[in-house]
């Protein structure tokens, strides 16, 4: 069973940094897709960034800048670095797995912006 643990949300000043990660339970390979979505309180889950297994990535137009998506293939997680943090960036942040016949989400972490 596919397992992805997200973790490294919090409460944060406006202005502040955060780095959430997200943990598989399974090997992630080249041809796999890893990737953040959010989804703020009374607004749809929107894409954030995106990264394959072979490490390229992709991000949501009207989030570059602040965001950067990484991973590690080694430990199977991925992450994501957001800097100078906005409350508009409250939300939860979830984590999302593209393999060969399926696809899976991560139960998410609850990010504060407080200003």
């Known amino acids: 069973q596919v397992q992805l643990v997200e973790s490294g949300g919090g409460l944060v000043q406006a202005g502040g940094s955060l780095r959430l990660s997200c943990a598989a339970s399974v090997r992630i390979f080249s041809g796999d897709l890893m990737g953040w979505y959010r989804q703020a309180p009374g607004k749809e889950r929107e894409l954030v960034a995106t990264?394959?297994?072979?490490?390229?990535?992709n991000y949501a137009d009207s989030l570059k800048g602040r965001f950067t998506i990484s991973g590690d293939s080694v430990k199977n997680t991925v992450y994501l670095q957001i800097h100078s943090l906005k409350p508009d960036d409250t939300a939860v942040y979830y984590c999302?797995?593209?393999?060969?016949?399926?696809?899976?989400w991560g139960q998410g972490t609850q990010v504060t912006v407080s200003s």
């Open positions: 999302r797995l593209w393999k060969t016949g399926g696809q899976y």
């Open positions: 990264i394959s297994g072979s490490g390229s990535t």
